[in-house]
């Protein structure tokens, strides 16, 4: 059997070899699908060679029963195995359609949200019912099943409160998938007002990448249970604010002249939004709001940056007067209200 099982690992390495040449200097096989296959048809070979070996060899008959055993185990894995393999093919095919030329649009992502949640989703329950089928083969574990099975009612309370993270996150998942409040690179607010890209989507849990590259790693169950800002769940573009407070003599034409020449020469706007208007007032200054747009969060957060600089220089450059001061009236020796360069106020000419 050891013979065997040498000799079947030898063949199947010589066929990947000559299959591996073939893909390299033919194009007649996808690289992909041959890594892809190497391993059940590995299996495939092992298990062939064993059962072969077993019935020509001269065996006890009290070790026959132990590899018939470890056979159908194999036999189980291997199913699992070329089920997974399968199940990554068709997501891979499905995906490939909306990677090319199609990544940034919002149709292609809730598709790629979709076809992954659901491969990690359908990969966990191949797993388990794997392991399942593995453990039947045991005559004490189908035993204990049957008995489970005859006290379902108990059994699966205890199970259901065992499992129920578990089990919150894998329902999660799948409403997640069917509703999509969230997809992959979609913009986000969450716990603590951290804002991040959504980066993946697992079975039981969300990866956010925020804009320091730290990773916050948050369960499904999060996004359907707890309240959050998405902002790009229609659009991925952004409209940003930017708030200056600058003096009453401010000359708010050309400040807004000066943010539409601001966004048209820069290559993070989008084109489709500038504006500039006066939006409150207090005691000493005017607030001002300045209103840009952008094709994602990143832009739109530097192009928000540029506006303040360049805003900020050009007042200081050509209109220093609209900057934010203080005025200082004083009394003099007459009692008149006079400015810091000692002539009247006007309240005092009055």
Not at 198 to 208: K, L, R
Request: glycine fraction near 8%; aromatic fraction near 6%; hydrophobic fraction near 50%.
């Amino acid at each position: 059997m050891i013979v065997a099982l040498g000799l079947g690992w030898a063949a199947h390495r010589l066929a990947f070899a000559v299959l591996g040449r073939l893909a390299q200097h033919h194009g007649l096989l996808p690289q992909a699908l041959l890594a892809r296959t190497r391993g059940p048809t590995r299996l495939a070979v092992m298990i062939l060679a064993l059962d072969v070996a077993a019935a020509v060899a001269p065996l006890q008959n009290s070790y026959r029963p132990w590899i018939r055993h470890l056979l159908q185990i194999g036999f189980v894995a291997l199913l699992g195995w070329i089920a997974l393999g399968v199940l990554h093919v068709l997501t891979v095919v499905y995906s490939r359609r909306f990677e090319a030329g199609q990544a940034g649009s919002v149709d292609a992502r809730r598709h790629l949200t979709q076809v992954r949640i659901l491969e990690r989703t359908l990969a966990a329950f191949i797993l388990l019912l794997t392991t399942a089928a593995a453990l039947m083969t045991f005559p004490a574990v189908r035993q204990y099943g049957i008995s489970l099975l005859a006290s379902a009612g108990a059994a699966g309370i205890i199970a259901g409160l065992a499992l129920q993270p578990l089990l919150t996150n894998l329902i999660a998942g799948i409403q997640i998938a069917l509703t999509q409040p969230i997809r992959l690179d979609d913009s986000v607010v969450v716990v603590g007002g951290e804002w991040g890209t959504i980066e993946e989507i697992g079975a039981t849990y969300v990866v956010v990448r925020t804009w320091d590259l730290r990773r916050l790693i948050l369960p499904l169950s999060y996004f359907i249970q707890q309240p959050f800002q998405n902002w790009t769940r229609q659009d991925p573009s952004l409209i940003g604010t930017v708030m200056l407070y600058v003096d009453y003599t401010a000359p708010i034409e050309a400040m807004r002249d000066e943010l539409t020449a601001i966004a048209k020469a820069s290559p993070k706007w989008d084109g489709k939004t500038v504006g500039l208007q006066v939006t409150d007032l207090s005691e000493r200054t005017m607030q001002v709001r300045a209103l840009v747009s952008a094709r994602d969060a990143g832009s739109v957060f530097d192009l928000r940056c540029d506006v303040r600089e360049q805003m900020i220089a050009f007042l200081r450059e050509h209109h220093p007067a609209a900057l934010p001061r203080d005025r200082l009236a004083v009394a003099d020796a007459g009692g008149l209200l006079t400015n810091g360069d000692g002539r009247p106020t006007d309240g005092a000419r009055h």
